[in-house]
C-alpha cells in the first residue's frame, strides 16, 4: 500500500488547491431570508428570556419593598396613640332599620343555617326529590319557614347556602393534592386523569352516602340513627369496593402506563425533588452592613440649667459658664450624632423542618457604631464622681454625663475647645435563632423571610475621642460600664436568592435587628433621654447544603 | 479629526455594526463572504441541499461569536474555519465521520503527469463530492485547507496514520476516477 501522506504534496493537491480554494458558488436566493429568520428567532428567544429574568427581577423587588414598607410602618406605628376612639354608636338612622336588616347586618358571613327539624321533616319528598347536595341545600333553606314571619328568617337562611355550596377545606385539599403535575408526557397523563377520576367518584359516593344518610335520619327520626348511620356506611363500602376493583382492574389490563410512569417518574426528576433529596443540614455565612441608631441623647438636666440660667443675674461666674457651656454641648450633641457604620457577620447551621421552613442558629460578631462631632470637654471637679465617671480624670466628651445618675453638671467643668469627632463602640457576641420560610420564583431564584430573636453579649464599648487631649474610654466585658451586658433583640429579614451550582446558594436582603432593651444597664437613673437601639441593613448570605454529594456523583 | 487615533476600516465598521446585530451589516458581512463560503460547504456536503444547511448554521455563529473575533488572522480565515467546523460537526452529528474497517483494493497510481485544466469546477466539485464522507473529509483538509494529518487527527478524533491512510485512499480514487474520464474522453473521440 502506498500512502500519499509519506510523500511530499504532489500535483494533484497543488491543481484542487488551485481550482478549488477561492473558487465561488453562489447560494440560493432565500439563504439569506433563512438566516435572517434564525437570528430573529434567536434574538426574540434571547428577548424572552431577559424579559422573564427582569420580571423576576422586578417582582423581587415589589415584594422587598412592600417587606420593608410593611415592616417599618409596623415599626414606627407602634407610637402611643392618644387620639379619640372611634364612635361605635351606631347613628340615630339605624334605629329606623327593619328587624330582618338588622339580622343580617349582625350575623357572621358563615353563620350556619338554621333548620329546624320540623320544617325540614314538612317537606322530604322535595328534599330527597333533589339530585344533589347544592340543590339540595337550596330547597331546604326555601321551605325551611314558610308563612309571613319568613321573609327575615328566609334571608337568614339564605345565607348558608352560599357558605355550602362552596367546597369544604378538606375537600378543597384534596382537589390540590391530585392537581396536574406540569410536565408529564400523554400516557402519564391518562394515567393520572383516570386515577383522578376514580377519586372524584370516591369523593362523590361519599357524598351521597352521606346525604342519604341524612335523608334516613329525617325520615327515621332521630331515634333510629346509628342504624341509619350503619346502613349508609355499609352502601357506601360497597359502592367503594366496587370502583376499586373497576380500579384494579384497569391497572391489571393495563401494566405499560404504570410503567410508563414509574419510568417518567424516574427520568423527570424535576430539581425540586433532588433538592428534596439532600439532607435536611446547611451551614452559611453572612454579612450584614448597617445603620445603627444607638437612642442616647443628651442629658436633660443640663436643658433645666440652661433656662434657670437665663433667669439669673449677668454676672457670669466660671459655674454659670459651665452650665451654659453644657446646654451647648447638648444641643450640639444632639445635632451631630450620626449612625455610623455597623456590621454583623454571622456563621448559621440551618435545619429543614419541613419542605420551605428552615431553623437557623449560629454565632456571630456585631460591631455596632454611631458618631458625632464636639466642642466641648468636661471634667469633674469634685470628688464625689457619679457611677460611671470615676473611669476618667482627664477631660471628655459630653456624652458620658449622659449616663452618669447624680446632679453631673453640679461637680463637672465644661470648657470649649475645637471641634472633634467622637466615635462611640460596640461589639457584640451574638447568638441568633430563627426560623426562615423559602419559597420557589424559577427554578434557581427563590425568595426567603426570617424571623427571630438573638442574644447579645457586649465584648466591648468604647467611647473614642479623636482629639488627643481628650481621653477616650473603653469598657471592656468585665469592668463595670454603664452598658448593658446582655441585650435580646429580634430580628427579621426578608430577601432573594440564587441557587448556584452544586448545593451553594446566595441570598441577599434587608434585615432589621430591634433591640428589645435601652443601650443603658440601669436606664431609669441616668439623665440621657434614650430609647431602644436599632439596626437597619443588608444581608448578604452564602449557604451550603449538606449531604448533596448524590446529585454531582 | 483626531490624529491620534487610527481610522477605522471598512472591517472594523462591519465588524464593529455586526457586535452591535445591526441586520444589514450582517448582510453586508454575508454578501461579502457567501460565495466562497458555499463552495467551501459545497466541498464538505454531499449535497446543495446540505451545503446550505451547514452554511445557514455557520453563518449564525459567525453572527453570534463575531465578537469573540480577535483580529489576529483575517475575518475571511477566521469565517472559513468556522464553515469548516460546522460542516465536521454536521457530518459527526450524522455520524458519517465513524472509521469504517472495511477492506478497499488501494492501487498506487502515482502518475504526477496528469493535468486538471480540462475539467470544469462543477467536474471536480462532483468527483470531490462523490467520495466517501471520510474520506472527503481528510482529503479537504489536506490538500485545500492546508492542514496537516495530526491537526485533522484532531479535528475529527481520529489517529495520526488514520488520518494518512484515508487521505491515502483518497486520493487514489480520485485518481482512479480521473483516469477513468480521460480513457471515456479518449475512447470518445476516437470511437467518434
Known sequence: MSSAANHQRGKLEDEFKNRMHDAEATPSQDLWARIDHHLTVQESSQYKKRMVFYRQLAAACIALLVLAGGAGAYYFSRAPQGGPQLATTPAPHANTRSSSERAEATLPAHTPPVHTPAAIAATPEQATAASGPQTRNRTAAGTAAPGTAAATRHEVVALAPVASETVSPSSRFRMDAVSEPSGLGNTARASFQRHTSIQRTMEALAERAAFNAGTFYRQAGSSSIPVAAQRADAEFRQQSEVVLARARQQDEAQPAVAYTDEALGGIKKSKKEKRDEKSRWSVGMAYAPSYFEQNIGAPNQAMAMSSRQSLMPSVASAADMSAMYMDEARQEYDASTDPGFSYGVEAKTGFKLGKKLKLLAGLGFLQNTARSKASYVVQPSQRNMPFGMNAFSAPATVFLPALSAGPATDSLVVAKRPTYDVEYRYRHLTVPVGLQYEGNIGNDWFWYGGAGVAANILLQSSIISAASDVQSLEYDRNE??????????????????KRLAGNMSVTLGPEVRSYFTTMLADPGSTQASHGKPYTVGMNMAVNYELGGGKRSR | MNLFTKPKSEEDKLIAGC????????????DQFSKKMMLVCLRYAPTTFEAEDIMQDAFVKVFANIGKFKRDCPLEFWVRK???????????????????HEAEEVSNIAADGFSLTGYTLDELLRMVQSLAPRYRMVFNLYAIEGYNHKEIGEMLDISEGTSKSQYSRARVILQQMITRQENNYKDHVISS
Not at chain 1, 481 to 496: C, D, E, H, I, T
Not at chain 2, 19 to 30: D, V
Not at chain 2, 83 to 99: C, E
Open chain 1, 480 to 497: 463595670p460600664s454603664p452598658f448593658r451586658k446582655l441585650q435580646w433583640s429580634g430580628n427579621m429579614s426578608a430577601g432573594v436568592g
Open chain 2, 19 to 30: 457586535i452591535a446585530g445591526k441586520r444589514e451589516m450582517q448582510r453586508l458581512l454575508y
Open chain 2, 82 to 100: 468556522i464553515m469548516v467546523n460546522t460542516a465536521l460537526k454536521h457530518l459527526r452529528g450524522k455520524q458519517l465521520l465513524t472509521v469504517s
